[in-house]
């Protein structure tokens, strides 16, 4: 089996173990056929990513096709690990979206901090009109 074929098995949804298994050696030989080429690495780095489609459709069948409690419950955490291995796969697809809030207020500082960043905003300012000024004359 070639890199072609183990990219259409993982964007397919199979695992490593699974697929070493038909080909009948172990997960660790697999993991160093990939390992010992960075074409091969990087063609299955990206067949990781485009599998995460894969396992959140799975996850979404799963839930669909529950016939009952006890079927549901199951799917729902099967759902909830595919899920997670999407968003392994795929950060900036299915990874948690993060805000970063960064405001300060001038409570939160001492006397000493407001004086330096009062400096450190100054000189920025004379910078920038010294840059401005010299575009102009240039």
Do not use: C
């Amino acid at each position: 089996m070639g890199i072609d074929k183990l990219t259409e098995m993982l964007i397919d949804g199979q695992t490593q173990t699974a697929i070493a298994a038909k080909l009948k050696v172990s997960k660790a030989t697999l993991i160093a056929w990939i390992a010992a080429d960075p074409d091969r690495s990087a063609r299955v780095r990206e067949a990781r990513i485009a599998a995460a489609s894969t396992y959140a459709e799975n996850a979404a069948e799963g839930l669909r096709a529950a016939a009952d409690p006890f079927a549901l419950a199951k799917a729902k955490e099967l759902a909830h690990h595919l899920r997670w291995q999407a968003s392994k796969a795929d950060p900036r697809s299915y990874g948690d979206k993060l805000e970063i809030d960064s405001r300060t207020t001038f409570t939160d500082l001492t006397d000493e901090a407001l004086d330096a960043k009062l400096a450190m905003l100054e000189a920025k300012r004379l910078a920038a009109d010294k840059g401005n000024d010299d575009a102009i004359a240039g």
